[in-house]
């Protein structure tokens, strides 16, 4: 087990997936590099048995998968989930902000990010962008990363706030703007990012119709610790997750069935959208791969309920400062293996039997793991595994690295258990 390779790659992938759209591209060209066959979402699936492909959802969204030589009597279908969303900053239309001599770039919260840990930061930009074309139903599309510090968001001096230190709320409007430039040409101050965007692309400014940018942590990723065990990186959740997807799809190793890596976008604001993991993108290409296999319908119902879907996202290690905050039962640390999570308010979507399943897996590929319940008077996260297992009638659980700081610019997890979720994945696809 080469930890230290395997939390490079990590590292790397994270430097690639600045946003959903940057990171399903980085997820699209690995799995091109390793030989799977591109399918176009409203085009012909021209699948046969043997068979490895992705299909580009919507830009944002990624479904990859093998198709085995033959279908088995049972146990068909499985699938590893994640998503390629990170909670962040998105730029709004008519972003120029002007005050004195300052140009700023007005933002909304994408998610629930930790605040104040965006502040004093090196940000970059990235996302989409629409341009005018000559067919009115398809505008030109580009993907655009600027890959180079651009915006940061001062703190304010503690000298003109004496009370810092007592805790001061970020106003989402006012407090959250990033400062882009000094004006220094009095012509182009009211559309001074456009015409910066619009160069970056090297398109004409009125070129441009519509975008969806995204702000990002330009930190690099960095081993942390004695022994370099920890890593602290932006954007882990949920990297982590869909690294092991595009590594555990590309490895898999079974002969029969049909092995799926859906990474979705939107976890962070609900799942709630034609690319996110409440969409029924999945069942539609799952029931048309199946047509195109020759199965009827009652088959690939029958194949569906008889699913496995694996919902991997990352999970709370016990925090060293504010240990109380976790489960007395259910400690989890960091580098000591896969978290399986639980709620009795089913918030993830794991039961007995699917957890169950997942240990033995474990046992029989040597993989470490732990398990997760949150603290009875505390609040619960969720996954994209609930609303992911209302559309898809299937056995289902939920788990994913241990790590501190979730949602910060900046998270922190152990070197260790990249290797294990790895492991894990590769079983599920090879078992
Ligand atoms: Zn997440």
Redesign the pocket.
């Given at each position: 087990m080469d930890f230290r390779k395997t939390a490079e790659r990590l590292i790397d992938t994270c430097n690639a997936s600045t946003c959903s759209f940057t990171s399903a591209r980085y997820a699209m060209k690995r799995l091109s590099e390793a030989g799977f066959e591109s399918l176009d979402l409203t085009g012909d699936f021209n699948v046969q048995f043997g068979g490895r492909y992705y299909v580009n959802v919507f830009d944002s969204s990624v479904i990859a998968f093998t198709i085995g030589k033959k279908f088995a009597d049972n146990n068909n279908i499985r699938i590893a989930a994640?998503?390629t969303d990170?909670p962040c900053l998105a730029i709004k239309p008519n972003p120029e902000m002007l005050v004195k001599e300052y140009g700023r770039i007005n933002v909304e919260v994408y998610g629930g990010p930790i605040l104040n840990t965006w502040l004093d930061r090196p940000l970059s930009v990235a996302g989409r962008v629409s341009l005018k074309s000559d067919n009115v139903f398809a505008p030109e599309k580009k993907i655009v990363d600027f890959d180079r510090p651009v915006f940061t968001i001062p703190n304010l001096a503690i000298h003109m706030n004496r009370k810092i230190n007592e805790g001061i709320e970020l106003n989402r409007q006012t407090d959250m703007i990033p400062l882009a430039t000094v004006i220094e040409d009095e012509l182009n101050k009211n559309d001074f990012f456009m015409e910066y965007l619009a160069k970056e692309l090297s398109v004409a400014k009125d070129d441009i119709l519509d975008f969806e940018l995204y702000v990002y942590n330009y930190d690099k990723g960095q081993f942390v610790g004695l022994n370099e065990e920890f890593i602290s990186c932006p954007r882990l959740?949920?990297t982590t997750?869909v690294e092991s997807c595009v590594q555990g799809i590309i490895n898999a190793g079974r002969e029969e069935g049909f092995n799926i890596a859906a990474m979705f976008d939107n976890?962070?604001v609900g799942n709630r959208t034609k690319q996110g993991a409440a969409s029924s993108v999945l069942t539609i290409i799952m029931e048309r791969v199946y047509a195109k296999l020759g199965f009827d319908r009652d088959r690939y119902l029958r194949d569906l309920t008889d699913g496995f879907l694996l919902s991997i996202?990352?999970a709370h290690a016990c925090h060293p400062n504010r240990s109380e905050k976790a489960d007395p039962t259910n400690v989890n640390i960091l580098n000591q293996g896969v978290i399986i999570k639980r709620a009795a308010s089913q918030t993830y979507a794991t039961d007995c039997e699917s957890v169950g399943i997942i240990e033995q897996l474990c046992h029989k590929y040597d993989v470490k793991y732990q398990k997760f319940a949150n603290r009875s008077d505390g609040t619960t996260g969720s996954?994209?595994g609930s609303p992911a297992s209302t559309l898809m009638a299937m056995k289902a659980v939920d788990i994913?690295i241990p790590m501190l700081a979730?949602h910060s610019a900046r998270e922190m997890m152990g070197v260790k258990d990249q290797v294990y979720l790895e492991q894990l994945v590769n079983a599920f696809f090879t078992e």
């Open positions: 994640s998503h990170h959740d949920n997750s976890e962070e996202d990352v996954t994209l994913g979730m």
